[in-house]
């Protein structure tokens, strides 16, 4: 069986990964997350959902590669075409909670793993990745609510300030696609993705009896 790295140290896409069975270790990946010029979102995180895998797969040793497969995710917030960043600060929390209160916006993730081509004489990596999107709708908020939110230190780490999985969900309304991407690793993707590079879930390893 290959080792799989996951390369993040986010504690949601930590418990995911577990929850799918996964045996795996950590390690984050240094990029530079800064969006190119014209880059649009689901360009921006495919690309650092790559980038995050291959950095990580690069750093192995040569022999360790062939045995093992790396995991990367990147999940953006998205209104308008435009992509919301964590707040460093309450006034950006306030502000871009405002912008989500009362309206529909998007949520994009982005898997990749990266293993080794066997098949290749020239043994190059093997890339691939799914792009998964989500239409979240929030209620109507007030500022004395964004407030008191920010006070909670909830919004500070999380892109478009708020999680899904914690206090921020009382602000969803309705939600279209998946919840487990918009909490930072889209379940049924990352199995198919992974059974793809020889890496089963735990179902498809249990012997069932007639």
């Known amino acids: ?10 504690p ?10 996964y045996q795996f270790i950590t390690q984050a990946a240094d990029i530079n997350e800064s969006v190119k010029p014209n ?15 291959q950095v990580i ?9 062939i045995h093992t497969v790396v995991l990367g995710s990147d999940t953006s917030v998205v209104i308008e075409n435009e992509i919301l960043g964590k707040p460093a600060n309450e006034a950006q929390c ?3 909670l405002q912008r989500l209160s009362n309206k529909q916006h998007q949520v994009f993730t982005a898997i990749a793993v990266v293993s080794k081509n066997k098949n290749s004489q020239e043994h190059k990596n093997n ?23 920010w006070r909670t ?14 206090i921020g969900g009382q602000f969803v309304t309705t939600i279209n696609g998946s919840y487990s991407a918009v909490v930072g690793l889209p379940l049924y993707e990352t199995v198919q993705l992974l059974e ?5 879930s735990s179902l498809s390893q249990i012997k069932i009896k007639d």
């Open 1 to 10: 069986m290959k080792q799989l790295i996951l390369a993040s140290q986010s």
């Open 12 to 21: 949601r896409r930590k418990a995911l990964l577990t929850q799918l069975g």
């Open 39 to 53: 880059e649009n979102a689901t360009d921006y995180v495919v690309r650092l959902a790559k980038e995050k895998a």
């Open 57 to 65: 797969f690069s750093s192995l040793p040569t022999h360790q590669q």
């Open 94 to 96: 306030i502000a871009t």
């Open 127 to 149: 890339v691939l990745s799914t792009l998964v999107e989500t239409q979240v709708q929030f209620k109507l908020l007030t500022v004395d609510e964004i407030k008191a939110y």
């Open 153 to 166: 230190g909830e919004p500070c780490d999380k892109a478009g300030s708020y999680g899904i999985q914690g």
């Open 196 to 200: 793809c590079v020889g890496l089963p």
